[in-house]
């Protein structure tokens, strides 16, 4: 079964930094792109970043493009992001997300973790 | 304001079948994949259907998509309870070179 566990948010005062973590279990990891959503209070699902299954390319939202980082460490079965600058409306559940077919960028997300709470607020 | 069109609400009674529509344009659902995700409240987003009508084992046959030109949708037939939920279409953007979501469906079952 597959598992994704994400972890990392908080409450943290604009300007500053976060890193959030998923951890995947139940598939070959290395094997599939990743990516993270995030749906703000009463707002609807909106995609952040994704990253392929050997880090060759990586894409960002316009809202946060040169703020936010994508990475994963396939030895570790994991994904990250780096948030730096933080907004406000960059509060949100950040959801990690796997790509439904190996070595595929454009097949959609077919399992997704439970999300990790972000809140940016002074 | 999404890129992704979809109405905010809908509803049906039990045994209906409701319809949720997915407008986009040439550069989404007009070129690539749509995609549907079934999202409860502090629950994970489920795969309802992807490649546009293709439904993933154990999601129900009540559950089917079609698309045409630059439009999408998701009938739910046999409406049940258990189906309020919020409805979302998903598809790339190849002008924007990311996913873009419609703004999701509430559905409620009345």
């Known amino acids: ?122 | 304001q999404s890129v992704l069109t979809q109405p905010p609400s809908a509803s049906g009674t039990p045994g209906q079948t409701v319809t949720i529509s997915c407008s986009g344009s040439t550069s989404n659902i007009g070129i690539n994949y749509i995609f549907w995700y079934q999202h409860l409240p502090g629950t994970a987003p489920k795969l309802l259907i992807y490649r546009d009508n293709k439904r993933p084992s154990g999601v129900p046959d009540r559950f089917s998509g079609s698309k045409s030109g630059t439009s999408a949708s998701l009938a739910i037939s046999g409406l049940r309870s258990e189906d309020e939920a919020d409805y979302y279409c998903a598809s790339w953007d190849d002008s924007l070179s990311g996913w873009v979501f419609g703004g999701g469906t509430k559905l409620t079952v009345l």
Request: aromatic share 12%; charged share 20%; hydrophobic share 35%.
């Open chain 1, 1 to 122: 079964e597959v598992q994704l566990v994400e972890s990392g948010g908080g409450l943290v005062q604009p300007g500053r930094s976060l890193r959030l973590s998923c951890v995947a279990s139940g598939f070959t990891f290395e094997d599939y792109g990743m990516h993270w959503v995030r749906q703000a209070p009463g707002k609807g699902l909106e995609w952040v970043s994704g990253i392929d299954w050997k880090s060759e390319k990586t894409g960002y939202a316009d809202s946060v493009k040169g703020r936010f980082t994508i990475s994963r460490d396939n030895a570790k079965n994991s994904l990250y992001l780096q948030l730096d600058s933080l907004r406000p409306e960059d509060t949100a559940l950040y959801y990690c997300a796997k790509v439904s077919q190996a070595g595929s960028w454009f097949m959609g997300f077919d399992s997704w973790g439970l999300g990790t709470l972000v809140t940016v607020s002074s």
